[in-house]
């Protein structure tokens, strides 16, 4: 099945600077890549997607780039601000997208 | 529009209990997940509805777990009886079908005594 890595686990930022997530998964058939942040005690929720024919996807400050021969993905923030604080977490999914298979996710600290 | 709606919030329960989670999707969503999220862990998939039908609960631990989702909309996942290494956030998300946005609800924080 497929496997979703994620580093590194935790990240510092200064506010103002850009941070910078990555995930590598192991099925070359997996499709569908999505960034989800969980606020403490809070619901994750669905920050920016991927899908496998696009290299590249901007959201404001969010941005998200594939290799696919590489099998990795990455997660950019750009200009960040405390609210940016949370978890992250990737995911992948093969062929059907309603099974993702998460990474580890990556507790950002934003300190102003 | 209303998210996705979980209940109980928390739940604590001493182990050889039972315990009952249940969720109601974002209305119109057809299909229904629930996930198990261990501390500093990402959501793990238990079972995954189409409507009322299970369609992967390939990582359910079908000899304590069970879930149901009659008339294809609210859904219910049960242990019985309960163990230690039960104690983690029971999360329930929905999407339109399977090849759209999940969303989740809060999810129900489980410990087990």
């Known amino acids: 099945g497929e496997n979703v890595e994620q580093h590194p686990s935790t990240l510092s930022v200064q506010e103002g600077d850009s941070a910078v997530i990555k995930c590598t998964y192991s099925?070359?058939?997996?499709?569908?890549f999505p960034w989800y942040k969980q606020e403490l005690g809070k619901r994750p929720q669905l920050i920016i997607d991927i899908r496998s024919n696009v290299g590249e996807k901007k959201d404001q400050r969010i941005a998200v780039t594939l290799n696919k021969t590489a099998k990795h993905f990455s997660l950019h923030i750009t200009e960040t601000q405390p609210e940016d604080s949370a978890v992250y977490f990737c995911?992948?999914?093969?062929?059907?997208?309603?099974?993702?298979?998460f990474g580890a996710g990556t507790q950002v600290v934003v300190t102003p | 529009e209303a998210g996705v709606v979980q209940s109980p919030r928390y739940k604590i329960i001493e182990k050889k209990q039972p315990v009952a989670f249940w969720c109601n999707p974002i209305?119109?969503?057809?299909?229904l997940y629930w996930y198990l999220q261990n501390l500093g862990q990402g959501p793990e998939l238990l079972i995954r509805y189409e409507n009322e039908e299970a369609v992967d609960d390939s990582q359910l631990p079908k000899d304590r777990f069970s879930a149901e989702r009659l008339k294809g909309v609210d859904s219910t996942l049960k242990i019985q009886p309960a163990e230690l290494g039960d104690s983690a956030v029971y999360l329930c998300a929905s999407s339109l079908d399977r090849n759209n946005e999940q969303f989740f609800g809060p999810g129900t924080r489980l410990t087990v005594l």
């Open positions: 995911a992948a999914s093969t062929g059907s997208w309603g099974k993702l298979q």
């Open positions: 099925d070359s058939a997996s499709n569908y």
């Open positions: 209305s119109g969503h057809n299909t």
